[in-house]
Nanobody, 119 residues
Framework: QVQLAESGGGLVEPGGSLRLSCAASGSISGINAMGWYRQPPGKQRELVATITRGGTTNYADSVKGRATITISRDIAKRTVYLQMNSLKPEDTAGYFC???????????WGQGTQVTVSS
């Protein structure tokens, strides 16, 4: 099993920045990829970005054109980050860390961290 713990959410004004962290523990050697998803109020959960075991990153079309959202990782710290700059009110959502694990590609989820962009 894999346990995921997110942190770094909060209230920020438009144009501000946040860095979300997701610390993984447990059977992390079996992780194929990790990613961030978000769920805006009243909407379905959607992909933001993923990073594979090999370090390849992928971004959702909705954020791909924004150089201000970047996924990265620190292998030694077993942590994946989502750096978000120039935040907009439409970025307001619960942000969830995901780990895709093993041959069966099982999904593990963290409990989420809330990001609110508002003046």
């Amino acid at each position: 099993q894999v346990q995921l713990a997110e942190s770094g959410g909060g209230l920020v004004e438009p144009g501000g920045s946040l860095r979300l962290s997701c610390a993984a523990s447990g059977s992390i050697s079996g992780i194929n990829a990790m990613g961030w998803y978000r769920q805006p109020p009243g909407k379905q959960r959607e992909l933001v970005a993923t990073i594979t075991r090999g370090g390849t990153t992928n971004y959702a079309d909705s954020v791909k054109g924004r150089a201000t959202i970047t996924i990265s990782r620190d292998i030694a710290k077993r942590t994946v980050y989502l750096q978000m700059n120039s935040l907009k009110p439409e970025d307001t959502a619960g942000y969830f860390c995901n780990a895709n694990w093993g041959v069966a590609m099982r999904d593990y989820w963290g409990q989420g961290t809330q990001v609110t962009v508002s003046s």
